[in-house]
């Protein structure tokens, strides 16, 4: 089977008798280890040019053997037509070959820290607390046009990943419109709203939809098979307050995907205790979750022991310790471990990893895991 027949199997209700290896965030991989993943020049990674996206996308998939990948939109022919990179000695430069604007390029920091290593965290000055400032702050905006936006070239990009790779799966993005209310309120600001307002915190989670559900529409339009909504946060809100002000916005997502013919998965940062069953409600395709951390644990048997078939799961192997740091020995059979779990999923199981893959952990060892993953679950499949 090619990798992208074994994910989409695993997405299925029979299942997959192999099964596919992944890593979440190949974004924050790369970033982290650009040197390891390519010989390319680091402002690769940002260039309009697609035959330089493509130089550096080729040397990640020959180095990092995973069965997807992800497929974002690209700017405009427009815009890459006004817009190049100037390489200097004094630096890399955005220039506007219309205007002469120009703009220096950093090169992001590992880790994403800033260069003050300071530690990034949003704390408006006050809460906004009335509807009007919702709107203003979240503007609703119209409606994607799918023919549009490949009139314009945005899925050029897309169109040469999956000519060069047509065996992998191509993966797109969206956010949880509540996720979302951290750039509104800050951490304490989003706790105390949703306590002590709750309403307007539903209003702004509402103004927030449109714009993910058009993210779902580009992805579609990019000819995605998969797409990833991403949440944070919300293990620390009540049943009654994820019911509420969580989990229509993700149905709504969940329900779009799946209209547009791609597959979802529910990346469910935190402690699952207490919400398996809202988890579920969600009607995603897939559920991923963190690895055991931060005091919870997250064992990938109760999780299937509680999904029972009802989603396909992607494995939780930990990202923090056992990936960088465990002897092979240990990997393989966590591995042989998450794999036999996710057999008992009826075969709706996807090897991953409960984190994105940390700066300290060689791209080497990354590679390992998903020889390993690809050799036990193919093994798995002949048993």
Not at 101 to 125: D, F, I, M, T
Not at 216 to 239: K, L, N, Y
Not at 279 to 293: P, T, V
Not at 325 to 330: K, P, S
Request: with cysteine.
């Amino acid at each position: 089977m090619t990798a992208r027949e074994k994910m989409l199997a695993a997405f299925s209700p029979s299942g997959a008798p192999e099964v596919p290896a992944t890593i979440c965030y190949e974004g924050i991989m790369v970033r982290d280890h650009w040197e390891e993943v390519t010989d390319r020049p680091w402002w690769f990674h940002h260039s309009y040019d697609l035959d330089e996206q493509m130089q550096w996308r080729r040397d990640l998939v020959a180095r990092v053997p995973q069965d997807w990948i992800q497929s974002p939109p690209c700017a405009s022919r427009e815009q890459r037509r006004i817009w190049r990179l100037d390489v200097r000695p004094g630096g890399v430069f955005w220039v506007n070959t219309r205007t002469g604007r120009e703009q220096q390029l950093k090169r992001p920091a590992v880790s994403g820290w800033s260069e003050g290593r300071a530690l990034h965290s949003h704390h408006p000055a006050r809460l906004i607390e009335t509807v009007a400032e919702i709107n203003e702050q979240i503007p609703t905006p119209p409606d994607i046009d799918a023919h549009a936006f490949v009139e314009q070239g945005r899925d050029d990009l897309a169109l040469q990943i999956r000519k060069e790779f047509p065996d992998l799966c191509l993966l797109g993005g969206a956010t949880s419109p509540l996720w979302q209310c951290y750039g509104v309120w800050g951490f304490e600001g989003m706790m105390t709203m949703i306590a002590d307002r709750p309403d307007l915190v539903e209003h702004a989670c509402r103004r927030a939809l449109p714009e993910e559900l058009n993210r779902v529409r580009q992805d579609a339009a990019c000819g995605a098979d998969a797409v990833w909504i991403e949440e944070c946060f919300t293990d620390m809100v009540s049943p009654d307050a994820f019911r509420r002000l969580n989990l229509p916005f993700i149905r709504a997502i969940a329900d779009e995907v799946r209209a547009l013919g791609m597959k979802s998965v529910y990346y469910f940062c935190g402690n699952p205790a207490g919400k398996w069953d809202l988890l579920l409600d969600a009607g995603a395709d897939a559920l991923s979750l963190e690895e055991s951390k931060k005091g919870f644990d997250i064992d990938i048997e109760d999780v299937v022991n509680h999904v029972q078939g009802r989603c396909t799961v992607f494995g939780n192997l930990d990202a923090i310790n056992l990936l960088p740091n465990g002897t092979e020995a240990r990997l393989r059979a966590e591995i042989e471990r998450q794999i036999a779990a996710g057999r008992c999923n009826g075969g709706r199981f996807i090897m991953g990893l409960g984190s994105p893959v940390t700066p300290e952990t060689p791209i080497e060892r990354v590679r390992l895991y998903c020889e390993m993953a690809h050799e036990i679950g193919s093994r798995h499949g002949q048993g």
